[in-house]
């Protein structure tokens, strides 16, 4: 018996119950890894049931029978996940193939491989056992993960054709290629630039590391009964400070250990410990 014949609300309660769990489920490892690592790779998430329409219209398209849905229509349950840069896709694609409470089926990438359309995301079919009030049901769904500007292209592009009916002009259609690569162009510039403000932190958190090791340095020579230096060079280090000359301090950081170096040929045994 075709599906026509049951009850679609019915079909349509684990796909439901998936789609609600798997955004609580994302959501939450958004905010974890907020709080672990002061960075969250995912911005937010969206998901939605297929609606029966939609379902039938691929059904003929793709040429799946109605009662082979389940296996057929990969995407009735869809999760989105947004992220601010291209690298958190990878990132969070990782987390998900690690999951212990759903398998990844496979895996398409069209942001290596961009669609003709101009469509970058990537894409994961995953198999998901779902607990309903009489069984545990294992369900398909799609997890499609993508940047902020892929997502605002997909948006537009997605309602465009849908008020084409696919039947795109020509012209629009290079546009939309063309804006396509200026979303994948904007990207990369929010990369590169991302990079500089890593490596902008990295620095701070260099030079701010020279200050402390600089001034247990200085405290040093008072092990070594070097008390008059170790005074002039709190002081001069005072200067340097006032001045951020944090290639100053490098230098007078390698003074000081030459100067306690040569005390420990010295006289080895005395400074021990
Ligand atoms: N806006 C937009 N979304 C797309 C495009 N191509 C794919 N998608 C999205 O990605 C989903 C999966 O597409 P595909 O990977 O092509 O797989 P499919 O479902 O077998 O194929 P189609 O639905 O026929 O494209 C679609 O259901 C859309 O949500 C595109 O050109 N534009
Ligand atoms: N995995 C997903 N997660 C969240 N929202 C999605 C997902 N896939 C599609 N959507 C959104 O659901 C709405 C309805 O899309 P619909 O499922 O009818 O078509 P589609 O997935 O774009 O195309 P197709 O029928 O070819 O699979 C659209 O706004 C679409 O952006």
């Known amino acids: 018996m075709g599906m026509d014949g049951r009850n679609w609300e019915t079909f349509l309660l684990p796909y439901e119950q998936t789609v609600e ?5 994302f959501k939450t490892m958004r905010s974890e890894l907020k709080k672990r690592e002061e960075y969250a790779p995912i911005e937010f998430v969206t998901g939605r049931v297929k609606r029966i329409t939609s379902i039938l219209e691929k059904a003929e398209r793709l040429d799946v029978p109605l009662d082979n849905l389940e296996e057929g229509i990969e995407d009735i349950a869809g999760i989105r996940i947004m992220c601010q840069f291209v690298e958190d896709i990878r ?5 998900i193939r690690a999951r212990k409470d759903l398998t990844v089926l496979y895996e398409k990438d069209y942001i290596t491989n961009y669609k003709e359309s101009g469509y970058r995301s990537f894409h994961m079919i995953i198999r998901y056992p779902v ?9 398909l769904a799609e997890i499609q993960i993508r940047t902020l500007a ?7 592009e997605h309602s465009l ?16 290629q063309k804006s396509a690569q ?3 162009v904007l990207d990369s510039e929010m990369s590169s630039i991302r990079e500089e403000i890593l490596d902008a932190q990295k620095l701070f958190e ?45 230098q007078m950081m390698a003074e000081i250990k030459a100067i306690i170096a040569s005390k420990h ?9």
């Open 182 to 184: 200026a979303a994948s």
């Open 131 to 139: 607990q309903t009030a009489l069984e545990q049901k294992i369900v």
């Open 21 to 25: 769990e798997l955004k609580v489920k």
């Open 150 to 156: 892929m997502n605002f292209w997909a948006t537009i």
């Open 91 to 95: 990132r969070v694609a990782e987390y």
């Open 265 to 273: 040929e010295e006289d080895p045994e005395e400074y021990e410990g």
């Open 206 to 250: 260099d030079d701010a590391n020279i200050v402390s090791t600089l001034l247990k340095t200085i405290h040093r020579l008072y092990a070594y009964h070097l008390v008059a230096e170790a005074v002039a060079y709190q002081a001069k280090f005072g200067e340097l400070f006032q001045a951020r000359d944090f290639e100053g301090m490098k």
């Open 161 to 176: 054709n849908y008020k084409y009916r696919g039947g795109l002009p020509g012209d629009m259609r290079l546009r939309l």
